[in-house]
């Protein structure tokens, strides 16, 4: 069974599904990949989490990356550090990050035409299967755990923007536009028995 998120996530005032759905496109339509803000985007609550003090501390101070903590008890944090969904969009790069178990935030992203970065996962989806992390039908960029790769990487996809924006249409047209839609979603959940 999917998770309540792709239906609506209120805690975080993500909303209804559909409406990020709806937002990222319409943001996706307002900024044109060439004009996406060429760094990667991150945020999220550490949480103690080694994965996430690794991003953190792997990004830090770097040109490349916009990765920032939100204190969900601090109103300077949601004011001066949160992102709605549909604002990761602007961004050329879009990191998925693990939380204490599977994370919610990675279906979100998925719907934005932006390369969608995920290190090697320790928790899956019904959806991961499709996720390609190489070749011809690569729809995401896989980096390690430790992040390592992740500014070598970076760098490869702003000398090779042809590529990279194949990779985040493979990614729209996989995810968004398929395995990620509301029908999708009420297939996998009420199919077949």
Known sequence: MPDFGYWSWPEP????????????IAMDKKVAFAAKIPKVVWRGA???LAVREKL?????GKDWADVRTLDWGKHES??????TM???CKYKYVMHTEGTSNSGRLKYLQNCRSVVFVHK???????????VASGPEQNFVEVERDFSDLEEKIQW??????EAEAIAE?????????????????????GPF
Request: with cysteine; proline share 1%; glycine share 4%.
């Open 78 to 83: 949601w004011v001066n550090d949160k992102l």
């Open 46 to 48: 550490i949480l103690g």
């Open 86 to 88: 549909d604002e990761h």
């Open 121 to 131: 996962l320790n928790w899956v989806q019904h959806h991961h299967h499709y996720m």
């Open 157 to 162: 996809l702003e000398e090779h923007q042809t």
């Open 13 to 24: 005032k993500i909303g209804a599904y559909h409406e990020v759905q709806r937002k990222a």
């Open 170 to 190: 493979r990614g729209i047209k996989v995810f968004r536009e398929r395995f990620l839609t509301p029908a999708a979603e009420t297939c996998y959940v009420c």
């Open 56 to 60: 953190l501390s792997v990004t830090k």
